[in-house]
T-cell receptor
């Protein structure tokens, strides 16, 4: 069974630009989650999508946004990039939210903002 | 707000040693606690503990959950160099709507 996939592996942008990161969940999973892992910090929750809808977002500014497509894949957009946005962005997927959901992670996209 | 604290932050052992990693948490309406192993990029799922499953074991790894004292431990016996990684603990509460709250992780280094 294929795991969660993410693209690109690496992304280099300059301050002020926009970045688009993509994620394909495990087959059969309808929920997709985005996390940011900045150097020296733990994983910080960004966004949760389920059945095409944004269900929850973490404490990040509105320039972090995304969407989920009908095939359950997802896109994370970061507008007006700032230096501190440099981080590993991890996507995870799970079955529809139940009492206790196991989230499975992809390999991440390393975003570097110069 | 949900909170997870892991200890120690780093640990250096030799092959064959047994290690215990700690995770304490504060969460509203506890749902589950998860352990992950992160070697380079993708955290790999290890265990999920819930109210109905407070002890899990897989090979040399085992974990228990103490809901009364609000902590969990991850034990690794007969450690190998391949166990070197960052071990992450995360919790999900009833009001967190899908969000996992992670601890800062424990960096485990196993020397030959």
């Amino acid at each position: 069974e294929a795991g969660v996939t993410q693209s690109p592996t690496h992304l280099i942008k300059t301050r002020g630009q926009q970045a688009t990161l993509r994620c394909s969940p495990i087959s059969g999973h309808t929920s997709v989650y985005w996390y940011q892992q900045a150097l020296g910090l733990g994983l910080q929750f960004l966004l949760w999508y389920d059945e095409g809808e944004e269900r929850n977002r973490g404490n990040f500014p509105p320039r972090f946004s995304g969407r989920q497509f009908p095939n359950y894949s997802s896109e994370l957009n970061v507008n007006a990039l700032e230096l501190e946005d440099s981080a590993l962005y991890l996507c995870a997927s799970s079955l529809a939210l139940s009492r206790a959901n196991e989230q499975f992670f992809g390999p991440g996209t390393r975003l570097t903002v110069l | 707000e949900d909170k997870v604290v892991q200890s120690p932050l780093s640990l250096v052992v030799h092959e064959g040693d047994t290690v215990t990693l700690n995770c304490s948490y504060e969460v509203t309406n506890f749902r589950s606690l998860l352990w992950y192993k992160q070697e380079k990029k993708a955290p790999t799922f290890l265990f999920m503990l819930t109210s109905s499953g407070i002890e899990k074991k897989s090979g040399r790894l085992s974990s228990i959950l103490d809901k009364k004292e609000l902590f969990s431990i991850l034990n690794i016996t007969a450690t190998q160099t391949g166990d070197s990684a960052v071990y992450l603990c995360a919790v999900r509460g009833g009001t967190s709507y899908g969000k996992l709250t992670f601890g800062q992780g424990t960096i485990l280094t196993v020397h030959p």
